[in-house]
């Protein structure tokens, strides 16, 4: 059974329909899905990036401290199902990523309501380091997210625009396991046109 790892932050709209690419392609195909937090956050905390998108990081680390706390807590497939409903309400609803907004994903999946407590617990910082660096850390420099490991191969994307569907998702899922087996394949890129189709 082929493998799929993947690396999430709600806030990331690329990381959403690349997990709702895999979500078709278990429909589709014979894989293991598994689900992982990192942090743009923690990510970009020592880059020179522009004030306004500084500014947009601020405080977001604290959905991402709920996330890892489902994570130690709860099997996977509960943390995948979290990130269905808060990605559904962040991206497909457009609702903020805000503590009212992560206390009502929390309830769609039947989640116990103090989880939220973890909004405000810096202890929990570490453990998402500890995550976001085993998702990162192979795939090397200069990546964010959406970030897979194919069968323990490490990449950043596939940055797509839209959700393939059904026999289509599969198809492309042949193609990344494909290039997945090369180790000296590092990259294929072009610039992005078009604007981000969440249907």
């Known amino acids: 059974m082929a493998t799929a790892d993947l690396w999430f932050d709600p806030l990331c709209p690329f990381a959403w329909i690349t997990s709702r690419w895999i979500r078709e392609v278990e429909q589709v195909r014979d894989i293991d899905v598994q689900w ?33 706390k489902i994570a130690e807590d709860y099997d996977n497939r509960t943390l995948g199902d979290w990130y269905t409903a808060i990605g559904t309400r962040r991206h ?12 009502a994903s929390l309830a769609d999946v039947g989640l116990p309501a103090d989880l939220i407590e973890a909004w405000d617990d810096a202890s929990l910082d570490d453990a998402v380091a500890k995550s976001h660096h085993e998702g990162m850390d192979p795939v090397g420099d200069d990546v964010g997210t959406p970030t897979i490991h194919i069968n323990g191969s490490a990449f950043f994307g596939p940055v797509l625009s839209k959700i393939p569907r059904g ?31 969440f249907s």
């Open 36 to 68: 992982h937090v990192m942090s743009l956050a923690y990510l970009n905390k020592d880059k020179d990036i522009p004030d306004g998108y500084r500014e947009m990081l601020q405080g977001t680390e604290k959905p991402v401290r709920v996330a890892i």
């Open 167 to 197: 026999e289509e998702a599969g198809e492309l899922w042949d193609g990344a396991v494909a290039v997945a087996k090369f180790p000296y394949f590092y990259e294929l890129k072009r610039s992005r046109t078009g604007d981000l189709d």
């Open 92 to 103: 497909n609803n457009g609702e903020e990523l805000s503590k009212e907004t992560v206390a």
